[in-house]
């Protein structure tokens, strides 16, 4: 069956200090991978995606994420945090059943303190 | 990227009354627009695929008479609450999608909040 897994409820980090969000996945063949990130009553703000080539993904606001196939990961990362980075943070992979529905994680708490 | 907006982005109803949620695409085409809903520090949960000119396919569990789709338009999907009640009360995400072969993206909307009295 088909998974993304966001084993963090919750990550508290410094202002300055780099970030790292955890996400794993459980998908058959060639995954395609999604960072969103939600502020408090918003819908879904896309950050990046993986689909193919480089493993080391660059998105918005400075956030990047890298594919590690043998490990089934994605996690998403930035080099020195905001205190305004602070928001919940969703993976999600394409379900390959079709559709082009997105699973999605449960959710990582991005706490950054100032 | 592109931009979906929602209307309205809340609203409050009584017990028994029916609620319109409207999605639009705004610079791009969507074929297709899903509908999401979210409980309070929860994740996103799929309600249903709407896709342009033909019926949306509902989740397994999401009850099709409860939730009426509409997705008239290549820019337009409606979701209706009928006979709304207050376990129906939550936050109503869609996103409209661009998928060929360079583009994979769903972007979303900003979400409309329903609370049912």
């Known amino acids: 069956a088909q998974s993304v897994a966001q084993p963090e409820d919750q990550v508290n980090v410094a202002e300055g200090n780099p970030l790292t969000v955890k996400c794993t996945y459980s998908v058959s063949g060639n995954p395609y991978l999604f960072w969103y990130v939600q502020y408090p009553n918003r819908g879904l703000q896309f950050l990046l995606k993986y689909i193919t080539g480089d493993n080391l993904v660059k998105g918005s606001y400075g956030f990047e994420a890298e594919f590690n196939k043998s490990q089934t990961s994605f996690h998403l990362k930035k080099p020195s945090a905001l205190v305004s980075d602070s928001a919940l943070y969703f993976c999600?992979?394409?379900?390959?059943?079709?559709?082009?529905?997105?699973?999605f994680g449960a959710g990582t708490r991005l706490a950054v303190h100032p | 990227g592109a931009v979906v907006s929602q209307h309205p982005s809340w609203v409050i109803c009584k017990s028994g009354t029916s609620v319109k949620i409207e999605c639009r695409s705004l610079d791009f085409q969507a074929t297709t627009m899903f509908w999401y809903r979210q409980f309070p520090k929860q994740s996103l949960m799929l309600m249903a695929t709407s896709n342009e000119g033909s019926k949306a396919t509902y989740e397994q569990g999401v009850e099709k008479d409860k939730f009426l789709i509409n997705h008239a338009s290549l820019t337009l999907s409606t979701l209706t609450v009928t006979s709304a009640h207050p376990e129906d009360s939550s936050f109503y995400i869609c996103?409209?999608?661009?998928?060929?072969?360079?583009?994979?993206?769903?972007?979303f909307g900003p979400g409309t909040r329903l609370t049912v009295l």
């Open positions: 999600a992979v394409r379900d390959i059943n079709g559709y082009n529905k997105l699973i």
């Open positions: 996103s409209a999608g661009e998928f060929g072969e360079s583009t994979d993206t769903q972007y």
